[in-house]
């Protein structure tokens, strides 16, 4: 890469527009090969953080990003190249404020566009995201009247990558095209997100969406706007209007096709594809995607998936259609989003980008697997088992055909079976080697099991049973034992695989004080004494008697009932002392209610006026005054 720093002037002019100087670091830019400096504006973003698309096309610049300074005019725009400049139309918002563009690779007629938006044509009360492929012919000269400047073949459509009964997948991260060398028609394969977040873990898809389903689509009905009710309704295309309104058809079109292009640009069908991968809790931001021939003479797709977190996973599609991971790859030290992934298939290797560089990684990893059962079961298109020099190599040219690979089963039992099995065993229950742990009486004691191989699913075995008692437990992989006369012998961790059962690691667990025991099936194999009997449970579980909350639940109830029957004497107490103010004023002062004063005054009795001096003990008792 070439470095082109900004000047000082337009770091000032960034300045001004509140850009922080993180945001003004110097960029790395890949000039276009002219022997000028062309403007930039509509070809690339004016903010780093704007995500754009740009694709070059027989001198042409199809590129799209956002228009402005605050990343709210979204663009899709044609220069270079002799053919006019043309641009979407702001005003009739063929593109929301927030469109996000992921990716854009030219087809026989037409330039895509993959891209995020807001959807409109959905009534919701919230936000709803959707991904979009957009379209435009390659001979589009514009409009002469009507659409001068501007694109008169942009259409769009929905991008759908869910899976039956579920949520929607609905915002694309990154789009890849793999030419028709995989299968009779071309594919794109695009990764997902979602907008929700089911249990608050987000997740990740991969789909792939066939070029004749896009285009298919594109062929089909429209969707406008109607301005009388504001709700989008679908529509055919208009009668008499030949050739097809946004067809890349020769020559220009008449204004009432333009007319009606301005308000549908929208199709009404949807390009649905059932996703090949779904992950939990991981978040992919890149994709490259090839494909692989194995020893059966299957062509078999591989994809390299970047992380958010700075991982790289390959994952493979088998004959069904369903992917598995082969391997996961901690890239750089410190997480990391992975910015861009390519493929170098004459180097075999793979080149990541982030922030601080290029890192280059080989497509396979094939010695790192150290047994033929390793080899067999990471079902690697790349690798293969290799009886000659008992290793796992990669795949050369011309193929061998006495070399070992399973990519549909993955099962290592028939194509070990002469040579080392690694992982597993000649004898599925006769162990390698045996970890030997002896402890004093009711200690409780943590057998580990590593787990070497995120594709397995692991069970414990006591002997030759599956039933491991009332004194043991599993507790995150590892068997929590509590040692007693009985419960001692063989203790094994089993990884199943593609239908194919080893074991990991085995114990025998027995008292101190007692010789171990000699069981005659594992005479000749090799122990390992392990010296200090693993005592401390990870995590903090234990598998004592269980803490009792008795005192604590006694205490909370009494302090209760406390508050609550001083509570109910407080709201008692309240009325009775109003009914003794009550009693203690009756008759002084004013006439009892609904009793009315006689209007002759020789008649009219002079008001009663309590006696409140210390004296007078009742309260009741009023002295009376004459009128002169």
């Not at 514009?142 to 259409?155: A, E, M, Y």
């Not at 030759?464 to 437990?473: E, F, K, R, W």
Request: hydrophobic fraction near 35%; include cysteine.
């Amino acid at each position: 890469m070439i470095p082109w720093p900004a000047s000082d002037k337009k770091k000032k002019d960034c300045a001004l527009k509140r850009k922080s100087n993180e945001e003004l670091r110097d960029s790395d830019l890949l000039p276009i090969s002219q022997d000028k400096v062309v403007e930039g504006k509509g070809q690339s973003p004016f903010d780093p953080a704007h995500k754009h698309t740009a694709v070059l096309v027989d001198g042409t610049l199809y590129s799209g990003t956002m228009n402005n300074f605050l990343g709210s005019e979204p663009i899709l725009m044609r220069t270079l190249g002799s053919q006019p400049v043309l641009k979407t139309d702001n005003f009739l918002r063929w593109l929301q404020p927030d469109a996000s563009f992921v990716a854009a690779f030219p087809s026989t007629q037409v330039v895509y566009f993959f891209f995020e938006e807001t959807a409109s044509e959905f009534e919701f009360f919230y936000k709803l995201h959707t991904s979009r492929v957009a379209r435009v012919c390659k001979n589009d000269m514009g409009g002469d009247k009507v659409l001068q400047k501007k694109w008169t073949t942009f259409l769009k459509a929905q991008l759908l990558c869910a899976e039956p009964g579920q949520l929607p997948f609905n915002i694309i991260r990154h789009a890849v095209l793999l030419p028709a060398n995989f299968s009779t028609d071309p594919y794109v394969y695009a990764v997902f997100s979602s907008q929700w977040q089911i249990g608050g873990t987000s997740s990740s898809a991969v789909c792939a969406f066939s070029l004749k389903d896009i285009e298919h689509v594109f062929e089909g009905k429209y969707k406008g706007l109607d301005k009388e009710t504001s709700r989008w309704t679908t529509a055919g295309a208009p009668d008499g209007i030949s050739p097809r309104p946004g067809s890349c058809s020769v020559g220009p079109s008449s204004d009432k096709a333009l007319t009606f292009m301005k308000d549908h640009f929208l199709m009404d069908g949807q390009v649905v594809a059932k996703p090949l991968l779904v992950k939990s809790g991981v978040e992919y931001t890149r994709l490259a995607v090839e494909t692989a021939q194995g020893l059966d003479g299957h062509t078999y797709l591989v994809m390299y998936l970047g992380t958010t977190t700075g991982y790289l996973h390959k994952a493979v599609v088998s004959g069904d259609g369903r992917a598995h991971l082969v391997e996961e790859i901690q890239l750089f030290p410190d997480p990391e989003p992975v910015r861009n992934l390519q493929l170098a298939p004459a180097q075999g290797a793979l080149f990541a980008g982030f922030s601080g560089g290029v890192l280059r990684i080989p497509r396979a990893n094939c010695s790192v697997y150290k047994s033929c059962m390793d080899c067999i079961l990471a079902r690697d298109p790349h690798c293969a088992w290799d009886p000659e020099s008992q290793m796992c190599r990669l795949l050369p040219t011309p193929v061998p055909k006495f070399w070992g690979q399973d990519m549909e089963q993955g099962n290592p039992e028939w194509l070990c079976a002469s040579g080392p099995m690694g992982r597993s065993l000649r004898s599925k229950s006769r162990p390698q080697i045996i970890k030997e742990v002896l402890a004093a009486p009711n200690s409780i004691l943590e057998l580990p099991c590593p787990h070497l191989s995120d594709l397995a699913s692991y069970r414990w075995s006591w002997g030759t049973a599956t039933d491991l008692g009332a004194s043991s437990v599993v507790y995150n992989g590892s068997l929590l034992l509590v040692l007693h006369d009985g419960a001692g012998g063989l203790y094994q961790c089993w990884a199943t695989e593609n239908g194919f059962s080893y074991p990991v690691v085995s114990y025998w667990v027995g008292l101190q004080d007692q010789p171990p025991a000699l069981d005659p099936e594992l005479a000749g194999i090799p122990r390992e004494r392990v010296e200090t009997p693993l005592t401390k449970v990870r995590g903090g579980a234990t598998l004592a008697a269980q803490r009792s909350y008795w005192p604590h639940f006694l205490t909370v109830t009494v302090l209760l009932t406390l508050v609550l029957s001083g509570a109910l004497i407080f709201l008692l107490s309240s009325p009775l002392g109003a009914l003794r103010a009550r009693g203690k004023v009756q008759g002084c002062g004013t006439l009892p209610p609904g009793e009315k004063a006689p209007l002759s005054r020789e008649h009219l009795q002079p008001p009663k006026e309590c006696r409140t001096s210390a004296s007078d003990m009742d309260a009741n008792n009023c002295l009376g005054t004459e009128m002169v």
